[in-house]
């Protein structure tokens, strides 16, 4: 019943910045995530966050780079990527569901998904 749908996507060139949204059709479980997967690589966790807490956990490879943020009053979540780098360059998934473990596996409710693609 839950939809997630994300936005925000588009091309920008090496050093800027985008801001992708996951806007949820109702209360969104406790856990929500972003993942990318880029051309040719599996599909990677790259932020989650905690809905009661707000707690979050990044990977590696963008700690201070991105920042997920959530907005519960509108069942919305986000996620700020600035210096993006050619790496960067993947289809965005939003995510959520009731546990972290399963969000961080990839076990969840999905979104279909944003082009983000960062020029040289």
């Known amino acids: 019943q839950v939809q997630l749908v994300e936005s925000g996507g588009g091309l920008v060139q090496a050093g800027g910045s985008l801001r992708l949204s996951c806007a949820a059709s109702?209360?969104?479980?406790?856990?929500m995530g972003w993942f990318r997967q880029a051309p040719g690589k599996e599909r990677e966790s790259v932020a989650t966050?905690?809905?009661?807490?707000?707690?979050?956990n990044y990977a590696d490879s963008v700690k201070g780079r991105f920042t997920i943020s959530r907005d519960n009053a509108k069942n919305t979540a986000y996620l700020q990527m600035n210096n993006l780098k050619p790496e960067d360059t993947a289809v965005y998934y939003c995510?959520?569901?009731?546990?972290?473990?399963?969000?961080?596996?990839?076990?969840?409710?999905w979104g279909e998904g944003t082009q983000v693609t960062v020029s040289s």
């Open positions: 109702v209360r969104t479980f406790s856990f």
């Open positions: 966050i905690s809905r009661s807490s707000g707690a979050t």
């Open positions: 995510t959520a569901d009731p546990s972290l473990g399963r969000v961080v596996q990839g076990l969840g409710i």
